[in-house]
T-cell receptor, first 113, second 109 residues
Framework: NAGVTQTPKFRVLKTGQSMTLLCAQDMNHEYMYWYRQDPGMGLRLIHYSVGEGTTAKGEVPDGYNVSRLKKQNFLLGLESAAPSQTSVYFC????????????FGSGTRLTVV | GIQVEQSPPDLILQEGANSTLRCNFSDSVNNLQWFHQNPWGQLINLFYIPSGTKQNGRLSATTVATERYSLLYISSSQTTDSGVYFCAVLDTGRRALTFGSGTRLQVQP
């Protein structure tokens, strides 16, 4: 099925470890986003990309890095995980011609111990 | 950036009841959306409604852009309506949606 795929779905990290979350979309969308969701706080934008090779900071970018080397992929990296990064991470994509057509992935539940 | 506030934060209904969820935003917008997050965490777009009124089955939404608020109506609620409802508006500076903190709805049989 067409859509946004996130891997992995679950992960437990120890403080200080690094990892990369992968987001892949097959809808040829130009825009891609990474959000984190914490209890009672809704979704907050971490980083976003408006096209291949471009990235920009969102509301809560500290501690994260991103890359978009290919149009269909958007990677979110944690270089040195901290317990404050325990959260559910959502990737989304949208098209220039259909800006309200956000498609979300199913989320990655990350626990940092 | 733009601020989005939702109320109430929590709502418990009996099956068959009606409800109204509110979203206030701090600046003029040309892109407002309502999402439903089901109990399994999946986010589904319900409405794109920068102004006016739209209806989809038992759900309808109204946005009064000049007064900076939007309402989501759920009629004859069902247990499958349970979950969290988010309002989101486009932050044109970041070209990304800014979300409210959500209304958690629980519909009891």
């Amino acid at each position: 099925n067409a859509g946004v795929t996130q891997t992995p779905k679950f992960r437990v990290l120890k403080t200080g470890q690094s990892m990369t979350l992968l987001c892949a979309q097959d809808m040829n969308h130009e825009y891609m986003y990474w959000y984190r969701q914490d209890p009672g706080m809704g979704l907050r934008l971490i980083h976003y990309s408006v096209g291949e090779g471009t990235t920009a900071k969102g509301e809560v970018p500290d501690g994260y890095n991103v890359s978009r080397l290919k149009k269909q992929n958007f990677l979110l990296g944690l270089e040195s995980a901290a317990p404050s990064q325990t959260s559910v991470y959502f990737c989304a994509s949208s098209s220039i011609t259909d800006r309200y057509g956000y498609t979300f992935g199913s989320g990655t539940r990350l626990t940092v111990v | 950036g733009i601020q989005v506030e939702q109320s109430p934060p929590d709502l418990i209904l009996q099956e068959g009841a009606n409800s109204t969820l509110r979203c206030n935003f701090s600046d003029s917008v040309n892109n407002l959306q309502w999402f439903h997050q089901n109990p399994w965490g999946q986010l589904i777009n319900l409405f794109y409604i920068p102004s006016g009124t739209k209806q989809n089955g038992r759900l309808s939404a109204t946005t009064v852009a000049t007064e900076r608020y939007s309402l989501l109506y759920i009629s004859s609620s069902q247990t499958t309506d349970s979950g969290v409802y988010f309002c989101a508006v486009l932050d044109t500076g970041r070209r990304a949606l800014t979300f409210g903190s959500g209304t958690r709805l629980q519909v009891q049989p």
